[in-house]
C-alpha cells in the first residue's frame, strides 16, 4: 500500500522559511514524479511545484512560488523536499504531496494517482 507522509509544517513569521518533506513508501521511488500542491481556506487546491522522475531532474513551478520555494527529490531516501524561503501570509495553507508512476512533472493535479494527508503552514505578517 502506497503512503506519502508530510512533514515539516508549522507557523512562521513573514519572511521566513521552512522545509516540508514527504517520506515515501514505494518500492520503485526513482520511477515517480512528484508534486506539491496547496489549499487555503475556502480555495480549490493548486498547484506549486513539480519534479520528474529522476533525481536533479527538471522541474517546475507556480508563478506565485518562482524564485522562492524549490522542491527537490532525494531517490536514496524515498523523500520529497520543499524548501519554502521568504514565505508570505498568503503561503498559508495546507500543503499536500503526490506522486505518480510517470518520468516527466505536470501541473495537474488529475494525473497524480497518490496523495498525502498534508501539512499545516501558517504564516503570520
Known amino acids: 500500500q502506497v503512503q506519502l507522509v508530510e512533514s515539516g509544517g508549522g507557523l512562521v513569521q513573514a519572511g521566513g522559511s521552512l522545509r516540508l518533506s514527504c517520506a515515501a513508501s514505494?518500492?520503485?521511488?526513482?520511477?515517480?514524479?512528484m508534486g506539491w500542491f496547496r489549499q487555503a481556506p475556502g480555495k480549490e487546491r493548486e498547484f506549486v511545484a513539480a519534479i520528474s522522475s529522476w533525481s536533479g531532474g527538471s522541474t517546475s513551478y507556480a508563478d506565485s512560488v518562482k524564485g522562492r520555494f524549490t522542491i527537490s527529490k532525494d531517490n536514496a531516501k524515498n523523500t520529497l523536499y520543499l524548501q519554502m524561503n521568504s514565505l508570505k501570509p498568503e503561503d498559508t495553507a495546507v500543503y499536500y504531496c503526490?506522486?505518480?508512476?510517470?518520468?516527466?512533472?505536470?501541473?495537474?493535479?488529475?494525473?497524480?494517482?497518490?496523495w498525502g494527508q498534508g501539512t499545516q503552514v501558517t504564516v503570520s505578517s
Open positions: 503526490a506522486a505518480d508512476r510517470s518520468p516527466r512533472p505536470t501541473m495537474k493535479a488529475g494525473e497524480y494517482a497518490y
Open positions: 514505494l518500492r520503485t521511488f526513482s520511477t515517480y514524479r
